[in-house]
T-cell receptor, first 110, second 112 residues
Framework: QKEVEQDPGPLSVPEGAIVSLNCTYS??????FMWYRQYSRKGPELLMY????GNKEDGRFTAQVDKSSKYISLFIRDSQPSDSATYLC??????????FGIGTKLQVIP | DAGVTQSPTHLIKTRGQQVTLRCSPK?????VSWYQQALGQGPQFIFQ???????QRGNFPDRFSGHQFPNYSSELNVNALLLGDSALYLC???????????FGPGTRLTVT
């Protein structure tokens, strides 16, 4: 079993839809959770960084962490064609190596 | 504010050769981590450098080695290249080995 599980998709949604991206994990030591956006043939871009359980909102993006279920989510409101990319979840226990999911490929259709 | 930079952008090498990739961290950052990203996969942690020492290492063979310089820039060296080493190599920087890492554009290595 992988430490971090993420559905690779692809996920296709119409412009303006609410997108939900998710990851599950097995390592109880993970405390810091990140979401990265990666455009084709580019480096990952940090979108959200959260500690422990709870919600964090930044513009159209909301990150949720449920440590009791070992489940994290990223919501994108009013999705735009420019949001089309691969979204990577990542996590760490703190001052340790960061473990990434496989990434979910998202396509927002105009 | 300069972000993370990497060189070269692309590289083509032959099996058995050696390669050196370079990374300059974001201004104000002192820690550099290296990742390997195969096509269709998430980045895999290779190692992390802080205060010119390797602090952590992932599950990569000794053919992968690195170095950090006093100005915090870093090199990744791969010896005896294999076809399976073909990937995007990513450098990420952070402050004081922190978890909030910022990535460079990557170096795409092709081994033939």
């Amino acid at each position: 079993q992988k430490e971090v599980e993420q559905d690779p998709g692809p996920l296709s949604v119409p412009e303006g839809a609410i997108v939900s991206l998710n990851c599950t994990y097995s390592n109880s030591a993970f405390q810091y959770f990140m979401w990265y956006r990666q455009y084709s043939r580019k480096g990952p871009e940090l979108l959200m960084y959260t500690y422990s359980s709870g919600n964090k909102e930044d513009g159209r993006f909301t990150a949720q962490v449920d440590k009791s279920s070992k489940y994290i989510s990223l919501f994108i409101r009013d999705s735009q064609p420019s949001d089309s990319a691969t979204y990577l979840c990542a996590m760490t226990g703190g001052y340790q190596k960061v473990t990434f999911g496989i990434g979910t490929k998202l396509q927002v259709i105009p | 504010d300069a972000g993370v930079t990497q060189s070269p952008t692309h590289l083509i090498k032959t099996r058995g050769q050696q390669v050196t990739l370079r990374c300059s961290p974001k201004s104000g950052h002192d820690t550099v981590s290296w990742y390997q990203q195969a096509l269709g996969q998430g980045p895999q942690f290779i190692f992390q450098y802080y205060e010119e020492e390797e602090r952590q290492r992932g599950n990569f063979p000794d053919r992968f080695s690195g170095h950090q310089f006093p100005n915090y820039s870093s090199e990744l060296n791969v010896n005896a290249l294999l076809l399976g080493d073909s990937a995007l190599y990513l450098c990420a920087s952070s402050y004081r080995t922190g978890n909030e890492q910022y990535f460079g554009p990557g170096t795409r290595l092709t081994v033939t």
